[in-house]
């Protein structure tokens, strides 16, 4: 199962950055939500995965006796979730905007800051 | 009430753009509430550094939570002396944005958003988890993503673009480099990552994520090949907002590099030549690109280019007397570059325009 995620989590990441790098803006804010989600998988999978094994201490005892599962990332991952939400609704508004002012979606167009005035 | 000091400064700024919300449309009311709170926080920022010069470092665990397990804030002299400049910056501009800034553009939240941005670079500034730091630095980046667009003029949404793409991108690398931290050490708090990846056996996997960690932070306080959305986004908000952005934005950047390579990723030969070799590379390009430009702002935003590289190049040298530099050379950049910023704003106001070609007699 790790082997898979780690696969998936490349291709997040690949695909991500990829479609960062397109001309046009709007594959800009889907590049925004693939490499976010690619980021989210690999910190849960930075927890190590183990099935069943809830992080509960057993009553008769005062430490882990065996291996659980690492609620952490899953916290972790929840709070970045929610950032990258934030992040991405800002992204698609932002594009619509600068398609709307711009009249154009393509990056290679907006050059207007590079020039010297 | 005294133990809980180290919060106060974000407490303050939290509370006054809730306040701000409820005077959503009247402007007026807005601008007296924000120099209100601005007052406040500057008061709160001198009183903990004094506290913190006195006292020596003062922690918060927040909830009660012990330190490796909870989120804790650290106030040493360092973080104090910072907030204390983000208060007096912030201080600064407000005042600047109230009498200079168009009421058109003040009018969705504007300040509100402001108060959200200097909450965020107290936090960072403050905290001594590092996932708390991601958090921080998210709330910096999404105030400073509206702040940089409101107004909706065309330049400034393409400058909004190329900020948000690539300050997106440091953010997942950061996060990246954060969460694979975590699976080798278990841990998030700084004090005790510093102590547990001393004790690693993979030094290669920590190389990585000092990278991840350095690209991250680099592409946020623009350092040389990474700095390319500054020079393009900086000029085209108001200059009471390329104020405080190129007061402070780069430098919680700096702070963070600072943070993180003295405290987690240290002592590493090779990482501190390569630190070196950006600094200087960070110091050219910046002095070239401000010779070659005509456009006022454009200059001042390749001179904080430059004079990121000078504060790295005392990260790389890595000796006592150093980071001493470095520091003390953070403090003055810090205000210094708030400064020419604002007077930028005065000479566009004098000649309604920024090109130095037009700009004589003044």
Redesign the interface.
Same mark, same amino acid.
């Given at each position: 199962m790790e082997v898979v995620l780690a696969i998936i989590t490349g291709i997040l990441y690949a695909a991500g950055i990829y479609m960062m790098m397109r001309r046009s803006i709007v594959k800009l804010s889907i590049g925004v939500i693939l490499f976010s989600n690619g980021v989210n998988l690999l910190i849960f999978l930075s927890g190590r995965l183990k099935k069943g094994k809830p992080p509960l201490i057993p009553g008769s005892s005062d430490v882990f006796i065996e291996a659980y599962t690492d609620p952490i990332p899953q916290a972790l991952i929840l709070t970045a979730i929610v950032i990258s939400f934030g992040l991405q609704a800002f992204a698609i508004v932002l594009v619509k905007r600068a398609y709307k002012v711009l009249h154009t979606d393509d990056l290679d167009q907006l050059n207007t800051t590079d020039e010297d005035s | 009430m005294m133990e809980n000091l180290v919060i106060w400064p974000l407490a303050v700024h939290f509370f006054f753009s809730l306040i701000l919300m409820f005077g959503w449309k009247n402007i007026k009311l807005q601008k007296n509430v924000t120099i209100i709170g601005n007052s406040v926080s500057l008061a709160v920022a001198i009183y903990l550094f004094i506290n913190i010069y006195q006292n020596g470092t003062q922690t918060l665990a927040a909830g009660g939570w012990e330190a490796p397990f909870g989120i804790v804030f650290v106030s040493d002299l360092f973080a104090a002396t910072l907030v204390l400049l983000t208060a007096i910056s912030g201080f600064a501009v407000s005042i600047f944005t109230v009498v200079s800034v168009m009421n058109a553009r003040l009018r969705f939240g504007f300040f509100s958003v402001y108060h959200f941005l200097l909450l965020g670079l107290n936090g960072a500034f403050l905290t001594g988890d590092i !996932?708390n730091l991601?958090?921080w630095f998210?709330i910096i980046i999404?105030s400073s993503?509206?702040l940089i667009?409101i107004g909706?003029? &065309? /330049?400034q949404?393409?400058? #909004?673009? &190329?900020y948000?793409?690539l300050n !997106?991108?440091a953010s997942?690398i950061f996060?990246?480099g954060?969460?694979?931290l975590?699976?080798l050490t278990?841990t998030?708090n700084m004090a005790d990552l510093s102590v547990k990846i001393a004790n690693l056996e993979s030094r290669s996997l920590v190389d990585i994520c000092a990278v991840l960690f350095f690209v991250g932070f680099g592409i946020k306080s623009a350092v040389f090949p990474l700095y390319f959305w500054l020079p #393009?986004?900086y000029?085209?908000p108001p200059s009471a907002v390329s104020a405080i952005f190129g007061g402070l934005l780069t430098k919680v950047g700096v702070y963070a590099l600072i943070r993180v390579f003295t405290l987690i990723f240290i002592e590493d030969p090779f990482l501190q030549t390569f630190i070196l070799a950006i600094a200087f590379f960070t110091i050219i390009s910046g002095a070239f690109g401000a010779l070659i430009?005509? /456009?006022l702002r454009?200059i001042f935003s390749y001179l904080i280019i430059c004079h990121i590289g000078f504060i790295i190049g005392g990260l790389g040298v890595y000796t006592e007397l150093a980071l001493a530099g470095a520091l003390f050379y953070l403090v003055h950049d810090i205000m210094v570059k708030t400064n020419i910023y604002l007077i930028s704003g005065l000479i566009y106001r004098l000649k309604g325009n920024n090109?130095i070609k037009q700009l004589g007699n003044i």
């Open positions: - | !996932f991601y958090v998210e999404i993503f509206v667009s909706g003029e &065309k /330049n949404l393409e400058g #909004a673009v &190329k948000f793409a !997106f991108m997942m996060l990246t954060l969460g694979l975590y699976g278990g998030l #393009a986004s000029h085209t430009n005509n /456009n454009k090109n």
